[in-house]
């Protein structure tokens, strides 16, 4: 069993514009590839983990999502960088598309997303890491017992200064590159 860093992707690996509709709205941070590479260099699983409620809303759908995830594979690909794998919770309780209007288990901070990479994988919660921009992130690493950093990117740095009681990341740092050194530092 591996350890691994599960990403956020809104607000940690590419800006958050909302709810992302178009492909064409994909915005990488200009570190995102250098330091998703460093990760692949280290020999750590990157997986991506993602709330898209847009899905049971109906703003955006499945076929969007992947093809914005080959997007974000293909540009990742040109820089020598690679995600592992992608998982997606399309769900949302208050939806308006019946199949996804629900509550579920996958929908961060719920662990589900991760619980199913672990399966998948092969890989060791309590020896990786949860990067993410939300306290909701934070809140999946303590889930999974996987250590938790903070970027300011995104939501980030709002969220700093609303600390919610109870939730503790064990680093908070500016970007993704800052998380990977952090990272890459504890091994
Ligand atoms: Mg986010
Ligand atoms: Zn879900």
Known sequence: MKPAVF??????LIE??????????VAFFPWTIDAIRALNRAGLPVVVVTNQSGIARGI????LVDATHAHLTARLAAGGARVDAYYYCPHHPRGSIAAFAREC???KPARGLIDRAVT????????SFVVGDKWTDVQLARAVGARAILVRTGGGAAEE?????????????????????WILNQR
Do not use: K, M, Q, W
């Open 7 to 12: 990403l956020d992707r809104d607000g940690t």
């Open 60 to 63: 955006l759908d499945e076929a």
């Open 16 to 25: 958050d514009v909302g709810y992302l509709d178009d492909v064409s709205r």
């Open 120 to 127: 998948d994988l092969g890989l060791d919660p309590a020896r």
């Open 161 to 181: 200064r609303r600390p919610v009681t109870g939730v503790a990341a064990d680093a908070i740092v500016d970007n993704l590159a800052a998380a990977a050194s």
């Open 105 to 107: 288990e996958c929908r």
